[in-house]
């Protein structure tokens, strides 16, 4: 159940800034009305309804990705598609707290 929660909401043990200092991609899976209030400077908006269309051309950058949301919840989902798909993932969480962490 732990390692579910955690994969769920992210894991504090993963560095984020190497991740993205490495050129990691970070998505951020709100709605654009979301993402527009507030979003961290460099990431792309593609929403949650969306992701599943977005996977060949994540896949074909061949970068890790970092899904963002507002809780935790939709980027925990975003990260469990897109590993399914074989793309490198992380649930960064809120995008307010990985704000922080980078």
Do not use: H
């Not at 504090?12 to 991609?25: E, F, P, Q, R």
């Not at 939709?74 to 922080?100: C, H």
């Amino acid at each position: 159940m732990l390692s579910f929660l955690k994969n769920m909401f992210g894991s504090n043990s993963t560095n984020y800034k190497l991740l993205v200092s490495n050129g990691a991609v970070i998505i951020d899976v709100r709605t654009p009305g979301e993402y527009s209030s507030g979003n961290i400077r460099g990431s792309k908006n593609i929403p949650l309804n969306v992701l599943k269309s977005k996977i060949p051309e994540l896949k074909k950058t061949g970068k890790p990705v970092i899904a963002v949301c507002a809780s935790g919840a939709r980027s925990g989902m975003a990260r469990t598609m897109l590993e399914q798909q074989g793309i490198e993932a992380y649930n960064g969480g809120s995008w307010l707290s990985l704000v922080n962490k980078l």
